[in-house]
């Protein structure tokens, strides 16, 4: 499958120039402009890339640790279920957990349930 780089490329030039981040806050499920990334990192999709996340830390005003959401079905020791996000089942990706700018985000979509939230933490610790 071809990526199309210099399209992201286009956008991802667009998003940095859009000006000041959004306010975001743990727990926050975002749609976030991803890109297009390097072999099996998670891509986003759509005309302006972008995937669910899940907010896990706020490293600044201007950055934040987030995870990747997918729909796939298949089981993992990585993956987390979240049940229904913006009306499919969800899960996040730990192992896909990276740092990114708050310009990145498009849109709120839900608060994580805080027992949820916990589970996904301690997960993430475990890793390292």
Known sequence: MDKDFDKWNEEKKKIHHNGAGRFYHER???WCSLGVNIG???DGGGLTFQRSVL???GLSAHTYIIIPLTT???KHSMRISLGNIDGEE???VISQLR???TRRFTERLS???KIIFEDIRKAVKMMF
């Open 90 to 92: 969800s899960a996040v």
């Open 28 to 30: 926050e499920i975002w």
């Open 72 to 74: 796939s079905k298949s």
């Open 55 to 57: 907010v896990v830390k």
């Open 99 to 101: 740092v990114v700018d």
């Open 111 to 113: 608060i994580l349930n």
């Open 40 to 42: 099996s990192e998670h």
